[in-house]
């Protein structure tokens, strides 16, 4: 499928405004994705150095996270 045919595609022209409301929903979207993952990579790693690497990915997406929401409310201010 091409990307003109794909629904998901976001088409933006160079004079349109971006919708940041619907970026930051998705990039939440993401993030939340690769958090459900990390936690569950947590979860079932067998040896404490997985563990460890997936602890650090759940930490990291959670800051990602906290980052985006600042950047949402800081875009709704003037």
Known sequence: MSPAADPK??????????????LF????????????????????????MTRARASQVVASVLDAMG???????RAKTP
């Open 25 to 48: 929903h998705r990039l939440n979207n993401q993030l939340g994705i690769i958090l459900a993952n990390a936690e569950l990579l947590e979860a079932k790693a067998g040896d404490e």
């Open 67 to 73: 980052t985006a929401r600042e950047l949402r409310i």
């Open 9 to 22: 595609t976001v088409r933006t022209f160079v004079n349109d405004p971006p919708d940041l409301g619907l």
